[in-house]
């Protein structure tokens, strides 16, 4: 009864597994920068402060303007890769303002950081930008984001970082 009992519950394990959750598209993010700040080398990496000056937000069900105020605060490895921590605003196309926090991860070679530091256009395939936005909406029409996972892709264009997010399900 024992063994029947274990293959049963690791049966449902297994199953469960093995499902990945579903990623359904949330909205397209283009966000506009200034001039990185750069506080320079610290104990965890060279800290620079990027100020986020505006931008679009657009999705199915969501349309946007995102807001001067913000910024992104990145520590750059000694491995090369960048830690990015982002924090704004965007108001809705209905007057409703959504405050975002956006954690994750850019790396690249050395040169193409190089590149991507110039302004310069590099295709995406040639680093890794990946990270987890955290919507905070007041009650109403968007506050379902408050309860939700999303995760995103990131693209840094010479006048604007594209950011793609997915709700997952």
């Known amino acids: ?20 959750p579903a990623l359904n598209f949330f909205c397209e993010l283009k966000v506009k920068l200034d001039p990185a700040l750069i506080v320079g080398e610290t104990p965890h990496g060279t800290r620079r402060i990027i100020p986020i000056i505006g931008g679009t937000v657009e999705g199915p069900k969501i349309k946007g303007e995102i807001l001067n105020g913000g910024a992104d605060w990145q520590i750059l490895r000694s491995d090369g890769v960048t830690e990015l921590e982002a924090h704004y605003q965007f108001r809705t196309d209905d007057g409703t303002l959504i405050y975002v926090k956006n954690t994750g991860i850019r790396a690249a070679t050395p040169e193409i950081a190089a590149r991507l530091a110039k302004g310069e256009k590099v295709d995406a395939n040639e680093y890794y930008f990946r990270a987890m ?37």
């Open 133 to 169: 936005p955290k919507f905070d909406a007041p009650k109403g029409k968007y506050d379902w984001v408050n309860n939700s996972l999303f995760v995103c892709t990131g693209e840094r264009l010479p006048d604007y970082v594209l950011i793609r997010v997915w709700k997952v399900m």
């Open 1 to 20: 009864m024992k063994k029947i009992l274990f293959l049963f519950f690791m049966s449902i394990t297994m199953s469960q597994a093995q499902t990945a």
